[in-house]
């Protein structure tokens, strides 16, 4: 019996694979408090399919996780996200976003594994969440930026004193971000990467 088989050809999509001129490929980590919009910041700005590892928050969680100012959130990261960007012809990203429940910060370490830099996100509804990530962050010496992302209902204060109430460092750049609209996630990466070519060049002109 004549049978051809035409097996459809499985491989990656077009828009999966990178162009042959990428030369630097950076990791970087995406952290911040229960529900500040790390995995929004990751999926609005993937050009892959961003891996996403969300679960249903169920009854279990209560008195467990802390939802004030966030009662109507549905699903939590459990575990990472992952999403890709291409900024320039020659340098892609690796985004991986943490999960913000503290008590899967354990995962941080392998997150954080190879990271050159992390985009702290912060919600002013809840500033206080923030000071246990960067604390975190100071403690390994990780360069990072602060992305103010934008709810509606969050107070508004000029970045001078949300610059104090964290106490951050002058030289740690703070952007405003809406996590939910990619250019306004790739302008918070811009300003990482910007961030971080400035501390190399300032660590080589210093030796
Ligand atoms: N208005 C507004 N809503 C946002 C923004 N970013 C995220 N959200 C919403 O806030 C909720 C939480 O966002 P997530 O991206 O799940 O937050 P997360 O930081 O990943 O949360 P965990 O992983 O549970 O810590 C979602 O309903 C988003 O749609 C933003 O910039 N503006
Ligand atoms: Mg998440």
Wanted: charged share 25%.
């Amino acid at each position: 019996m004549d049978c051809k088989i035409s097996e459809p050809v499985v491989g990656p999509r077009s828009e999966d694979v990178l162009p042959d001129s990428i030369s630097t490929a950076v990791k970087v980590v995406i952290v911040g408090g229960f529900g500040v919009g790390k995995t929004t910041l990751v999926g609005s700005v993937s050009e892959i399919r961003p891996l996403t590892t969300e679960e249903t928050m169920t009854q279990a969680g209560v008195g467990v996780d802390d939802l004030a100012g966030v009662e109507r959130k549905t699903q939590t990261t459990v575990a990472m996200d992952f999403g890709r960007i291409s900024l320039s012809e020659e340098l892609v990203l690796y985004l991986f976003g943490t999960p913000g429940q503290q008590r899967f910060w354990f995962l941080w370490n392998g997150l954080f594994e190879g990271a050159l830099g992390a985009v702290v996100l912060i919600d002013t509804r809840r500033l206080d969440d923030s000071f246990d990530v960067l604390g975190r962050l100071e403690e390994r010496g990780l360069p990072f930026v602060v992305a103010v992302n934008a709810f509606p209902d969050a107070p508004f204060y000029p970045m001078s004193e949300l610059r104090a109430a964290m106490d951050l460092p002058d030289d740690v750049p703070m952007v405003d971000c809406d996590a939910r609209e990619r250019s306004s996630s790739r302008d918070a990466l811009l300003t990482l990467v910007r961030h971080l070519y400035a501390l190399t060049t300032t660590a080589s002109e210093s030796r």
